[in-house]
């Protein structure tokens, strides 16, 4: 299973030393039930099998090795993620794990444009300064804004 990886790499979970926390964005739906999550070295959700908060977790965590672009619409991935050769060689074949995640984030997106579009901006605007981003190829399908 492709993200089975990611309980032993943990990446997205720690801060490096020189780098200032990071404040995991949060949907406002999000911030009612964590308030914030604050990484400053470890997140405090991170157990030795991965998140503690499984399907629970914030949607910035489901997204991740992603991050989307609100304004050009597309997705882009974490280069130092081990897992993106591998992610994006499966995106060539629409029945795979990686397409899989790749459309249901593309739902989730859809539904964040209309009911918290600001989240989507500043996600967004964290992944850039925080990771190294690469736009995401074989992408067929784009992200329509409600009217």
Not at 65 to 86: A, I, N, R
Request: hydrophobic share 35%.
């Amino acid at each position: 299973m492709l993200f089975d990886h990611c309980a032993q790499c943990q990446r997205c979970c720690h801060v490096d030393e020189d780098y200032p926390p990071l404040e995991v964005t949060l949907t406002r739906k999000e911030k009612k039930v964590y308030g914030r999550v604050c990484i400053e070295t470890q997140c405090e959700h991170l157990g030795a099998m991965g998140c503690g908060l499984g399907d629970a977790k914030p949607v910035s965590c489901k997204l991740y090795p992603l991050s989307y672009e609100p304004q050009t619409q597309s997705f882009h991935f974490d280069v130092e993620c081990p897992l993106k050769s591998t992610y994006f060689e499966q995106l060539l074949n629409p029945a795979s794990e990686a397409s899989a995640h790749l459309l249901k984030m593309v739902q989730v997106v859809q539904d964040l444009e209309t009911s918290d579009p600001a989240f989507l901006a500043a996600n967004h605007a964290i992944d850039v300064d925080y990771f190294e981003l690469e736009a995401v190829p074989h992408t067929p399908w784009t992200v329509r804004k409600s009217p």
